[in-house]
Protein backbone atom coordinates (compact mmCIF):
# COMPACT_ATOMS: atom_id res chain seq x y z
CA UNK A 1 0.00 0.00 0.00
CA UNK A 2 1.56 3.46 -1.12
CA UNK A 3 1.92 5.78 1.84
CA UNK A 4 3.95 8.60 2.83
CA UNK A 5 5.46 9.51 5.98
CA UNK A 6 5.16 12.23 7.74
CA UNK A 7 8.74 12.98 8.91
CA UNK A 8 11.82 15.53 7.67
CA UNK A 9 14.36 13.43 5.44
CA UNK A 10 16.94 14.55 7.39
CA UNK A 11 16.22 12.61 10.53
CA UNK A 12 16.53 9.01 8.52
CA UNK A 13 20.21 8.87 8.23
CA UNK A 14 21.69 11.66 10.68
CA UNK A 15 22.46 15.22 9.30
CA UNK A 16 25.68 15.26 10.18
CA UNK A 17 28.14 18.12 11.77
CA UNK A 18 31.39 16.83 12.45
CA UNK A 19 32.77 18.70 15.03
CA UNK A 20 36.51 17.55 15.20
CA UNK A 21 38.78 15.92 12.34
CA UNK A 22 36.96 12.46 10.81
CA UNK A 23 38.13 9.38 10.16
CA UNK A 24 38.57 7.77 6.41
CA UNK A 25 38.40 4.29 5.24
CA UNK A 26 36.04 1.86 4.57
CA UNK A 27 35.90 0.46 8.44
CA UNK A 28 35.55 -3.35 7.58
CA UNK A 29 38.95 -4.28 7.93
CA UNK A 30 39.12 -4.55 11.78
CA UNK A 31 41.00 -7.75 12.20
CA UNK A 32 38.72 -9.20 14.54
CA UNK A 33 39.39 -6.21 16.96
CA UNK A 34 36.26 -5.39 18.83
CA UNK A 35 34.64 -1.63 18.54
CA UNK A 36 33.96 -0.91 22.19
CA UNK A 37 30.83 1.68 22.70
CA UNK A 38 30.37 3.06 26.20
CA UNK A 39 26.78 3.69 27.68
CA UNK A 40 25.25 4.54 30.98
CA UNK A 41 22.40 2.04 30.18
CA UNK A 42 22.20 -0.89 32.94
CA UNK A 43 21.04 -4.49 32.35
CA UNK A 44 19.93 -6.37 35.44
CA UNK A 45 17.82 -9.24 36.19
CA UNK A 46 15.38 -7.92 39.11
CA UNK A 47 11.95 -8.87 40.41
CA UNK A 48 10.50 -6.63 38.02
CA UNK A 49 12.35 -7.54 35.20
CA UNK A 50 13.36 -11.24 35.41
CA UNK A 51 14.34 -11.31 31.69
CA UNK A 52 15.84 -8.26 30.26
CA UNK A 53 16.65 -9.33 27.08
CA UNK A 54 13.64 -11.10 26.14
CA UNK A 55 11.60 -8.76 23.41
CA UNK A 56 8.31 -9.30 24.83
CA UNK A 57 9.52 -7.45 27.96
CA UNK A 58 11.65 -4.65 26.89
CA UNK A 59 10.10 -0.89 25.78
CA UNK A 60 13.03 1.59 26.26
CA UNK A 61 16.05 2.69 24.61
CA UNK A 62 18.15 0.51 26.52
CA UNK A 63 16.32 -2.59 25.62
CA UNK A 64 15.94 -1.95 22.09
CA UNK A 65 19.59 -1.40 21.26
CA UNK A 66 20.09 -5.26 22.28
CA UNK A 67 17.49 -6.11 20.17
CA UNK A 68 17.62 -4.56 16.53
CA UNK A 69 21.13 -5.60 16.55
CA UNK A 70 20.73 -9.42 17.81
CA UNK A 71 17.10 -10.01 16.75
CA UNK A 72 15.36 -9.72 13.07
CA UNK A 73 12.68 -8.45 11.97
CA UNK A 74 10.13 -8.66 8.98
CA UNK A 75 11.08 -4.87 7.47
CA UNK A 76 13.06 -2.38 8.78
CA UNK A 77 13.89 0.87 8.27
CA UNK A 78 16.46 1.89 5.31
CA UNK A 79 19.45 4.42 5.95
CA UNK A 80 17.68 6.97 3.98
CA UNK A 81 14.01 7.58 3.09
CA UNK A 82 10.87 6.35 5.05
CA UNK A 83 9.39 3.42 3.61
CA UNK A 84 10.10 0.21 5.38
CA UNK A 85 12.48 -2.07 3.55
CA UNK A 86 12.25 -6.06 3.87
CA UNK A 87 14.35 -7.74 5.88
CA UNK A 88 13.80 -10.81 7.08
CA UNK A 89 10.99 -10.67 4.55
CA UNK A 90 11.44 -10.68 1.02
CA UNK A 91 8.80 -8.97 0.16
CA UNK A 92 5.39 -7.32 1.99
CA UNK A 93 1.83 -5.99 0.97
CA UNK A 94 -1.37 -5.18 1.75
CA UNK A 95 -3.92 -7.59 0.16
CA UNK A 96 -6.82 -6.05 0.66
CA UNK A 97 -7.54 -2.22 0.08
CA UNK A 98 -9.03 -1.73 3.48
CA UNK A 99 -5.79 -2.35 5.05
CA UNK A 100 -6.74 -4.73 6.78
CA UNK A 101 -4.73 -8.30 5.58
CA UNK A 102 -0.89 -8.13 5.36
CA UNK A 103 1.31 -10.65 3.52
CA UNK A 104 4.74 -11.37 3.65
CA UNK A 105 7.00 -13.93 2.23
CA UNK A 106 10.05 -14.88 4.25
CA UNK A 107 13.44 -14.86 2.56
CA UNK A 108 14.97 -18.65 1.87
CA UNK A 109 17.74 -19.83 4.13
CA UNK A 110 16.65 -18.53 7.43
CA UNK A 111 18.24 -19.88 10.10
CA UNK A 112 18.34 -18.48 14.27
CA UNK A 113 22.07 -18.27 15.90
CA UNK A 114 21.44 -21.58 17.22
CA UNK A 115 21.70 -23.52 13.90
CA UNK A 116 17.60 -23.95 13.99
CA UNK A 117 15.80 -23.33 10.49
CA UNK A 118 13.02 -20.37 10.61
CA UNK A 119 9.94 -20.62 8.72
CA UNK A 120 6.45 -18.57 8.90
CA UNK A 121 5.50 -20.38 11.95
CA UNK A 122 8.38 -18.71 13.99
CA UNK A 123 6.81 -15.55 12.79
CA UNK A 124 3.25 -16.96 13.51
CA UNK A 125 4.91 -18.31 17.26
CA UNK A 126 6.98 -14.89 18.10
CA UNK A 127 3.69 -12.54 16.79
CA UNK A 128 1.28 -14.80 19.14
CA UNK A 129 3.57 -15.14 22.26
CA UNK A 130 4.13 -11.07 22.18
CA UNK A 131 0.35 -11.04 22.65
CA UNK A 132 -0.47 -14.05 24.86
CA UNK A 133 2.42 -12.82 27.56
CA UNK A 134 1.26 -8.98 27.40
CA UNK A 135 4.04 -8.20 29.80
CA UNK A 136 3.47 -4.76 31.56
CA UNK A 137 6.97 -3.42 30.81
CA UNK A 138 7.01 -4.93 26.94
CA UNK A 139 5.54 -3.44 23.41
CA UNK A 140 2.81 -5.77 22.79
CA UNK A 141 0.72 -2.86 22.46
CA UNK A 142 1.86 -2.16 19.29
CA UNK A 143 0.63 -5.16 17.91
CA UNK A 144 -2.82 -4.97 19.77
CA UNK A 145 -4.76 -4.44 16.19
CA UNK A 146 -3.73 -7.94 15.59
CA UNK A 147 -6.80 -10.62 15.42
CA UNK A 148 -5.07 -13.81 14.07
CA UNK A 149 -1.98 -14.44 11.93
CA UNK A 150 -2.07 -17.58 10.00
CA UNK A 151 0.85 -19.63 7.44
CA UNK A 152 -0.77 -21.05 4.08
CA UNK A 153 2.98 -22.45 3.85
CA UNK A 154 6.24 -22.25 5.40
CA UNK A 155 7.53 -19.07 3.84
CA UNK A 156 4.14 -17.16 4.25
CA UNK A 157 2.71 -15.52 6.89
CA UNK A 158 -0.53 -13.42 6.65
CA UNK A 159 -1.54 -10.75 9.44
CA UNK A 160 -5.54 -10.02 9.67
CA UNK A 161 -6.09 -6.62 11.52
CA UNK A 162 -9.21 -5.88 13.68
CA UNK A 163 -9.33 -2.56 11.57
CA UNK A 164 -6.86 -0.76 9.20
CA UNK A 165 -3.81 0.09 9.94
CA UNK A 166 -1.54 1.74 7.50
CA UNK A 167 1.11 2.01 9.86
CA UNK A 168 1.75 -1.86 10.37
CA UNK A 169 4.57 -1.84 8.20
CA UNK A 170 6.31 0.11 10.51
CA UNK A 171 5.39 -1.71 13.72
CA UNK A 172 6.71 -5.04 12.02
CA UNK A 173 9.95 -3.39 11.65
CA UNK A 174 10.00 -2.79 15.48
CA UNK A 175 11.17 -5.57 18.27
CA UNK A 176 7.73 -6.00 19.38
CA UNK A 177 7.73 -8.12 15.66
CA UNK A 178 11.02 -9.68 16.58
CA UNK A 179 10.81 -13.16 15.67
CA UNK A 180 12.21 -15.62 18.32
CA UNK A 181 12.58 -19.46 18.16
CA UNK A 182 9.76 -21.57 18.67
CA UNK A 183 11.42 -24.28 19.63
CA UNK A 184 13.85 -22.39 22.25
CA UNK A 185 11.11 -19.58 23.83
CA UNK A 186 8.27 -20.42 25.46
CA UNK A 187 5.30 -19.57 24.01
CA UNK A 188 3.08 -18.33 27.11
CA UNK A 189 6.47 -16.95 29.36
CA UNK A 190 8.70 -14.97 29.35
CA UNK A 191 12.69 -16.19 28.52
CA UNK A 192 14.83 -15.57 31.96
CA UNK A 193 18.22 -14.51 31.85
CA UNK A 194 20.74 -13.06 29.45
CA UNK A 195 20.56 -15.72 26.68
CA UNK A 196 19.21 -14.03 23.15
CA UNK A 197 18.74 -16.63 20.14
CA UNK A 198 17.79 -14.55 17.09
CA UNK A 199 18.31 -14.39 13.74
CA UNK A 200 19.73 -10.70 13.52
CA UNK A 201 23.19 -9.19 12.37
CA UNK A 202 24.74 -10.28 15.84
CA UNK A 203 24.68 -13.13 17.99
CA UNK A 204 25.78 -11.80 22.34
CA UNK A 205 28.47 -13.98 22.97
CA UNK A 206 28.83 -13.12 26.55
CA UNK A 207 27.41 -10.89 29.14
CA UNK A 208 28.79 -9.74 32.57
CA UNK A 209 26.17 -7.74 34.57
CA UNK A 210 27.51 -4.13 35.37
CA UNK A 211 30.53 -4.69 32.97
CA UNK A 212 29.90 -5.60 29.55
CA UNK A 213 28.04 -7.02 26.30
CA UNK A 214 30.12 -8.83 23.39
CA UNK A 215 28.20 -9.01 20.13
CA UNK A 216 30.01 -11.02 17.29
CA UNK A 217 28.96 -11.22 13.97
CA UNK A 218 26.15 -13.79 13.41
CA UNK A 219 27.89 -16.63 10.83
CA UNK A 220 23.84 -17.64 10.04
CA UNK A 221 22.46 -13.78 9.48
CA UNK A 222 20.73 -13.53 6.11
CA UNK A 223 19.27 -9.92 4.96
CA UNK A 224 19.94 -6.85 3.98
CA UNK A 225 22.49 -5.33 6.46
CA UNK A 226 26.29 -4.73 5.83
CA UNK A 227 28.15 -5.20 8.45
CA UNK A 228 31.03 -3.13 8.72
CA UNK A 229 32.81 -4.86 11.82
CA UNK A 230 33.24 -8.34 12.75
CA UNK A 231 32.76 -7.62 16.49
CA UNK A 232 31.32 -5.06 19.48
CA UNK A 233 31.97 -4.51 23.07
CA UNK A 234 29.09 -2.86 24.50
CA UNK A 235 30.62 -1.92 28.16
CA UNK A 236 28.70 -0.48 30.59
CA UNK A 237 29.39 2.58 32.97
CA UNK A 238 27.49 4.31 36.20
CA UNK A 239 28.88 7.57 35.34
CA UNK A 240 29.27 9.74 32.20
CA UNK A 241 32.02 11.33 33.50
CA UNK A 242 33.41 7.79 33.85
CA UNK A 243 32.59 7.06 30.37
CA UNK A 244 34.15 10.45 29.06
CA UNK A 245 37.68 9.32 30.83
CA UNK A 246 37.27 6.03 29.01
CA UNK A 247 36.82 7.53 25.43
CA UNK A 248 39.35 9.69 26.20
CA UNK A 249 42.11 7.35 27.28
CA UNK A 250 41.36 5.11 24.16
CA UNK A 251 39.50 2.87 26.51
CA UNK A 252 36.51 2.85 24.35
CA UNK A 253 35.83 3.94 20.89
CA UNK A 254 32.64 5.24 21.04
CA UNK A 255 30.03 6.46 23.48
CA UNK A 256 26.77 7.64 23.15
CA UNK A 257 24.12 7.15 25.84
CA UNK A 258 24.23 9.18 27.92
CA UNK A 259 26.16 11.97 27.09
CA UNK A 260 25.81 15.10 29.84
CA UNK A 261 25.03 18.55 28.08
CA UNK A 262 28.44 19.61 29.81
CA UNK A 263 30.06 16.86 28.07
CA UNK A 264 28.14 17.62 24.89
CA UNK A 265 29.62 21.81 25.21
CA UNK A 266 32.95 20.57 25.75
CA UNK A 267 33.42 18.15 22.84
CA UNK A 268 32.26 20.86 20.30
CA UNK A 269 34.88 22.92 20.35
CA UNK A 270 37.17 20.35 18.73
CA UNK A 271 40.29 20.59 21.13
CA UNK A 272 40.95 16.81 20.92
CA UNK A 273 41.72 15.89 17.37
CA UNK A 274 40.95 12.58 18.41
CA UNK A 275 37.87 12.47 19.55
CA UNK A 276 34.75 13.81 16.75
CA UNK A 277 31.25 14.60 17.94
CA UNK A 278 28.30 13.93 15.78
CA UNK A 279 25.35 15.61 15.94
CA UNK A 280 22.02 14.92 13.96
CA UNK A 281 18.26 16.22 14.66
CA UNK A 282 16.32 14.03 17.20
CA UNK A 283 13.26 12.56 17.58
CA UNK A 284 13.08 12.01 21.42
CA UNK A 285 10.58 13.99 23.69
CA UNK A 286 10.56 14.77 27.45
CA UNK A 287 7.45 14.74 29.25
CA UNK A 288 5.59 14.81 32.54
CA UNK A 289 2.52 12.67 33.54
CA UNK A 290 -0.29 13.10 35.56
CA UNK A 291 -1.46 10.97 37.72
CA UNK A 292 -5.54 11.15 37.11
CA UNK A 293 -6.70 9.11 39.75
CA UNK A 294 -4.70 10.95 42.18
CA UNK A 295 -7.35 13.42 44.22
CA UNK A 296 -5.13 16.24 43.98
CA UNK A 297 -3.97 15.39 40.24
CA UNK A 298 -7.45 14.99 38.88
CA UNK A 299 -8.22 18.43 39.21
CA UNK A 300 -8.23 20.30 36.16
CA UNK A 301 -7.37 23.33 37.31
CA UNK A 302 -3.98 21.50 38.96
CA UNK A 303 -2.68 20.70 36.04
CA UNK A 304 -3.42 24.07 34.13
CA UNK A 305 -1.87 25.68 36.74
CA UNK A 306 1.37 23.26 36.37
CA UNK A 307 0.84 23.88 32.87
CA UNK A 308 1.21 27.85 33.29
CA UNK A 309 4.17 27.64 35.80
CA UNK A 310 6.80 25.06 33.61
CA UNK A 311 9.66 27.60 31.52
CA UNK A 312 10.80 25.34 28.95
CA UNK A 313 13.19 28.01 27.79
CA UNK A 314 14.66 27.76 31.07
CA UNK A 315 15.30 24.21 31.13
CA UNK A 316 16.96 24.17 27.65
CA UNK A 317 19.40 26.77 28.11
CA UNK A 318 19.96 26.53 32.02
CA UNK A 319 19.65 22.88 32.54
CA UNK A 320 20.88 21.48 29.04
CA UNK A 321 22.94 24.00 27.47
CA UNK A 322 20.93 24.30 24.69
CA UNK A 323 21.03 20.32 23.36
CA UNK A 324 17.50 20.55 23.63
CA UNK A 325 14.81 22.83 22.24
CA UNK A 326 11.19 23.80 23.95
CA UNK A 327 8.38 21.32 23.06
CA UNK A 328 4.69 22.27 22.70
CA UNK A 329 2.95 19.30 21.99
CA UNK A 330 3.65 15.68 22.07
CA UNK A 331 4.13 15.31 18.09
CA UNK A 332 7.62 16.84 17.90
CA UNK A 333 8.82 19.49 15.69
CA UNK A 334 10.40 17.50 13.20
CA UNK A 335 7.17 15.54 12.40
CA UNK A 336 4.33 17.03 9.95
CA UNK A 337 1.19 17.23 11.73
CA UNK A 338 2.70 18.87 14.88
CA UNK A 339 1.28 22.13 16.30
CA UNK A 340 1.71 24.06 19.20
CA UNK A 341 -0.53 23.51 21.40
CA UNK A 342 0.63 24.18 24.60
CA UNK A 343 1.86 27.21 23.32
CA UNK A 344 -1.50 28.59 21.88
CA UNK A 345 -2.93 27.66 24.99
CA UNK A 346 -0.60 28.86 27.96
CA UNK A 347 1.92 31.15 26.18
CA UNK A 348 5.38 31.16 26.11
CA UNK A 349 6.70 32.64 29.16
CA UNK A 350 4.76 31.49 32.87
CA UNK A 351 2.08 33.05 33.75
CA UNK A 352 1.84 33.17 37.55
CA UNK A 353 -1.28 35.20 36.96
CA UNK A 354 -3.42 33.12 35.51
CA UNK A 355 -2.47 29.61 37.16
CA UNK A 356 -2.88 31.81 41.14
CA UNK A 357 -6.97 32.49 38.42
CA UNK A 358 -7.15 28.25 37.69
CA UNK A 359 -6.68 27.34 41.49
CA UNK A 360 -9.13 30.15 43.05
CA UNK A 361 -11.82 29.51 40.66
CA UNK A 362 -11.53 25.63 41.36
CA UNK A 363 -11.40 26.90 44.79
CA UNK A 364 -8.10 24.91 45.29
CA UNK A 365 -6.42 25.85 48.68
CA UNK A 366 -2.78 27.04 48.07
CA UNK A 367 0.11 26.32 48.51
CA UNK A 368 -0.77 23.20 46.68
CA UNK A 369 1.49 19.94 47.47
CA UNK A 370 2.83 18.08 45.01
CA UNK A 371 5.42 14.83 44.51
CA UNK A 372 7.70 15.04 41.28
CA UNK A 373 9.17 11.28 40.86
CA UNK A 374 11.63 11.20 38.31
CA UNK A 375 14.37 8.54 37.16
CA UNK A 376 17.91 9.24 38.61
CA UNK A 377 19.76 7.47 35.80
CA UNK A 378 17.82 5.96 33.13
CA UNK A 379 17.59 9.57 30.79
CA UNK A 380 21.17 10.73 32.13
CA UNK A 381 21.99 12.30 35.27
CA UNK A 382 20.92 16.28 34.04
CA UNK A 383 17.16 14.95 34.77
CA UNK A 384 17.99 15.44 38.39
CA UNK A 385 19.19 19.24 37.67
CA UNK A 386 16.10 19.65 34.95
CA UNK A 387 13.59 18.43 38.15
CA UNK A 388 15.07 20.79 40.61
CA UNK A 389 14.49 23.62 38.36
CA UNK A 390 11.15 22.48 37.87
CA UNK A 391 10.69 22.67 41.43
CA UNK A 392 12.15 25.94 41.80
CA UNK A 393 9.47 27.23 38.54
CA UNK A 394 6.67 25.51 40.69
CA UNK A 395 6.89 26.94 43.81
CA UNK A 396 8.08 30.46 43.29
CA UNK A 397 5.13 31.90 43.09
CA UNK A 398 3.45 30.15 46.08
CA UNK A 399 1.29 28.03 44.34
CA UNK A 400 2.76 24.89 44.96
CA UNK A 401 4.69 23.34 47.31
CA UNK A 402 6.47 20.31 45.63
CA UNK A 403 8.52 17.30 47.17
CA UNK A 404 11.35 15.70 44.73
CA UNK A 405 11.74 11.76 44.33
CA UNK A 406 14.39 10.59 42.58
CA UNK A 407 14.19 6.81 41.89
CA UNK A 408 17.64 5.00 40.80
CA UNK A 409 15.85 1.49 39.97
CA UNK A 410 14.55 1.74 36.62
CA UNK A 411 12.41 -1.30 36.56
CA UNK A 412 10.36 -0.24 40.38
CA UNK A 413 9.76 3.25 38.52
CA UNK A 414 7.97 1.54 35.60
CA UNK A 415 6.31 -0.73 38.08
CA UNK A 416 5.57 2.30 40.33
CA UNK A 417 3.83 4.27 37.55
CA UNK A 418 2.15 1.67 36.35
CA UNK A 419 0.63 1.20 39.60
CA UNK A 420 -0.59 5.09 39.95
CA UNK A 421 2.00 5.36 43.06
CA UNK A 422 3.09 8.52 41.71
CA UNK A 423 1.70 11.93 41.74
CA UNK A 424 3.39 13.43 38.80
CA UNK A 425 6.54 11.54 36.99
CA UNK A 426 8.53 12.56 34.30
CA UNK A 427 9.18 10.30 31.09
CA UNK A 428 11.00 10.13 28.14
CA UNK A 429 10.01 8.73 24.40
CA UNK A 430 11.90 7.41 21.98
CA UNK A 431 9.63 6.40 18.73
CA UNK A 432 8.95 3.39 17.57
CA UNK A 433 8.89 4.70 14.71
CA UNK A 434 8.52 8.70 12.91
CA UNK A 435 4.85 9.04 12.30
CA UNK A 436 2.75 11.19 14.32
CA UNK A 437 0.98 7.82 15.44
CA UNK A 438 3.57 6.83 17.27
CA UNK A 439 3.61 10.13 19.87
CA UNK A 440 -0.19 9.29 20.20
CA UNK A 441 -1.49 5.77 20.43
CA UNK A 442 1.13 4.52 23.09
CA UNK A 443 0.13 7.04 25.71
CA UNK A 444 -3.58 7.22 24.59
CA UNK A 445 -4.60 4.45 23.08
CA UNK A 446 -5.69 1.34 24.11
CA UNK A 447 -3.64 -0.94 26.08
CA UNK A 448 -1.11 2.52 26.44
CA UNK A 449 1.95 1.23 27.76
CA UNK A 450 1.81 3.77 30.68
CA UNK A 451 -1.61 2.35 32.40
CA UNK A 452 -2.87 6.13 32.16
CA UNK A 453 -6.00 6.47 34.34
CA UNK A 454 -6.89 9.11 32.49
CA UNK A 455 -8.85 8.04 29.02
CA UNK A 456 -9.84 10.43 25.91
CA UNK A 457 -12.42 8.49 24.25
CA UNK A 458 -12.42 11.01 21.58
CA UNK A 459 -8.45 10.29 20.83
CA UNK A 460 -8.69 6.62 21.67
CA UNK A 461 -11.58 5.65 19.64
CA UNK A 462 -12.23 8.05 17.15
CA UNK A 463 -9.32 10.26 15.86
CA UNK A 464 -6.57 6.91 16.26
CA UNK A 465 -8.85 4.68 13.88
CA UNK A 466 -9.60 7.05 11.98
CA UNK A 467 -6.39 8.31 10.93
CA UNK A 468 -5.04 4.60 11.09
CA UNK A 469 -7.46 4.27 7.65
CA UNK A 470 -5.39 7.28 5.39
CA UNK A 471 -2.90 5.82 4.01
CA UNK A 472 -1.69 9.67 2.60
CA UNK A 473 -0.71 10.41 5.77
CA UNK A 474 -0.69 14.34 4.88
CA UNK A 475 -4.93 13.43 5.20
CA UNK A 476 -4.90 13.04 8.60
CA UNK A 477 -2.95 15.82 9.57
CA UNK A 478 -6.42 17.74 11.02
CA UNK A 479 -6.91 14.74 12.54
CA UNK A 480 -3.68 14.86 14.59
CA UNK A 481 -3.88 18.38 15.42
CA UNK A 482 -7.39 18.07 17.21
CA UNK A 483 -5.84 15.20 19.16
CA UNK A 484 -2.78 17.83 20.11
CA UNK A 485 -4.98 20.43 21.04
CA UNK A 486 -7.36 17.97 23.37
CA UNK A 487 -4.10 17.35 25.25
CA UNK A 488 -3.54 20.63 26.17
CA UNK A 489 -7.17 21.03 26.62
CA UNK A 490 -6.70 18.20 29.74
CA UNK A 491 -3.28 18.43 30.49
CA UNK A 492 -2.65 14.62 31.21
CA UNK A 493 0.53 14.83 29.70
CA UNK A 494 3.18 17.85 29.73
CA UNK A 495 5.35 17.99 26.89
CA UNK A 496 8.83 19.97 27.68
CA UNK A 497 11.82 19.54 25.26
CA UNK A 498 12.54 17.60 22.01
CA UNK A 499 16.34 16.06 22.16
CA UNK A 500 19.20 16.07 19.67
CA UNK A 501 21.36 12.95 19.01
CA UNK A 502 25.03 13.21 19.85
CA UNK A 503 27.76 10.16 19.23
CA UNK A 504 31.42 11.14 20.13
CA UNK A 505 33.78 8.09 18.68
CA UNK A 506 37.31 8.29 18.43
CA UNK A 507 38.71 9.86 15.36
CA UNK A 508 39.77 6.35 13.23
CA UNK A 509 35.91 5.02 13.78
CA UNK A 510 33.66 5.69 10.44
CA UNK A 511 29.92 5.33 10.29
CA UNK A 512 29.04 7.84 12.97
CA UNK A 513 26.62 9.60 10.75
CA UNK A 514 24.43 6.69 10.49
CA UNK A 515 25.19 5.32 13.79
CA UNK A 516 21.75 6.54 15.19
CA UNK A 517 18.37 5.84 13.50
CA UNK A 518 15.12 7.63 14.05
CA UNK A 519 14.36 5.91 16.51
CA UNK A 520 17.85 7.18 18.84
CA UNK A 521 18.96 3.03 18.83
CA UNK A 522 22.38 2.15 18.04
CA UNK A 523 23.14 0.38 14.64
CA UNK A 524 25.75 -1.46 15.73
CA UNK A 525 26.73 -2.52 12.45
CA UNK A 526 27.25 1.07 10.85
CA UNK A 527 30.70 1.45 12.73
CA UNK A 528 33.82 0.55 11.56
CA UNK A 529 37.56 1.25 11.85
CA UNK A 530 39.40 3.37 9.49
CA UNK A 531 42.26 5.32 10.45
CA UNK A 532 43.21 7.56 13.19
CA UNK A 533 43.49 10.99 12.83
CA UNK A 534 46.83 12.32 12.77
Not at 170 to 175: E, G, I
Not at 222 to 231: A, E, Q, V, Y
Not at 318 to 345: C, E, K, R
Request: net charge negative; charged share 20%.
Amino acid sequence: MNRKLLVAPALIGMATLSLAGCGSGGGSGDGGRAIVVGTTDTFQMSKDNPAPFDPATGYDIGSWNIFNNTYQMLLRLPRSGTEPQPEAAKECHFTDSQGEQYRCTLRSGLTFSNGDKITSEDVKFSIDRMIKINDPNGPASLLSNVDKVETPDPSTVVFHLTGPDSTFPFKLSTPAAAIVDGQAYEATKIHPGYSVIGSGPYELKSFSAGKSAVFVKNPHYKGTIKLNNSKIELRFFTTAKAMQTALTKGDIDVMSRTMTPEQVSDLSDGSNSQIKLTEAPGTEIRYLVFNTADPTVKQLAVRKAVANLVDRQSLTKDVYQHTTTPLYSMVPQSITGHTNSFFDAYGDEPNLARARQYLDSANIDTPVPLTLSYTTNHYGEATKAEFELLKNQLESGGLFKVTLQGVSDWDAYKAAYRAHKYQVFGMGWFPDFPDPDNYLAPFLGKDDFLNLAYVNTRIRDQIIPSTRQKTQRSSAVQDFEQAQKLIADDVPLLPLWQGKQYIAARSDITGTEWALNASSTTQFWELGRGVSAE
